[in-house]
């Protein structure tokens, strides 16, 4: 079976060469390879013409403005084969990726094929924040987990059955996207062998921005109730507890008790990531802050989404 592989870009020319570099190593290539440029002015679109020379299959396409999810579904549309593989120019591929990542499709086990991402970045702050974008593979229960954008592939007709991404969402557009294949009973498969290196944030306020925005797009979507009411109770207590605590000394024991057990449910996490002391202590310090922000978004998420 042959294999679109789609992407969009916006200013993103320092990621070019690497990527493609990337891509020419692949044990498997892609049978044709479509770009959605969403404008750039920093002569990424100049760059990515330049490749056409290198990659005979390579189409580039211009438009300007678009978002993630337009993007996505003009190349989709664009694609001339039956499975569809899905990237970013964020990443770098592992040799093997196009042929893992198809592989669950092409043995006829499954209509949607999730891959796998590492980061590389052993900087103590992006190490740090790659506790709360980066799973490891214990972490990951294999009937449930929904593929990213960053490493996907599925079959087109998969695409055609749900009238594609949905372009109001600007972000959280493959959480929207896997959530309706899941409703439409199409069989899902996890590959940890299909690997993308994709680094996370090496700054705390970068990080912030990100995990605040991508918070709002699964308030609009109301995806993940769970696990943010979850974080919404922890933080109510302790700030709760903190404050009682200025009411009455005795609540110190009791503040103490709960947030020695939040404390030691990251602590083991921390120990089985395997993390460096240093990134560990980061996490311990930055992990209320960011629950706060993921709160906050979430919950605005789903006030704004009532309009939309």
Known sequence: MKVSLILTVKNEIDNIDVFFDSLIKQSLKPDEIIIVDAGSNDGTYEKLLSYTNVFSNLCIISSPGCN???GRNIAIRKAKYDIIAATDFGCLLHKDWI????????????????GFYLNTDKRIIAL??????HPDLFEIDENNFLPS??????????WDSIGGFDEKFILGEDTKFDFELKKMNFNFSFNKNAIVYWDAENSILKMI???FNYSIWDGVGKFNSFYYIKKSIILFFLILFLIMIFIDIRFLFIFVLFFLFFV???IIRIKKKKMKMSSGFVVLILKPFYDFVQSIGYYFGRIIGRKI
């Open 99 to 114: 042929e893992e990542i198809i592989k669950p499709i092409v043995d006829g086990n499954s209509d949607v094929a999730a």
């Open 68 to 70: 993630r999810s337009q």
């Open 128 to 133: 740090s924040n790659s506790f709360f974008t």
């Open 209 to 211: 921005k990100k995990l």
């Open 264 to 266: 030691s449910k990251i």
């Open 149 to 158: 954008t960053r490493s996907i592939a599925f079959k087109k007709i998969c």
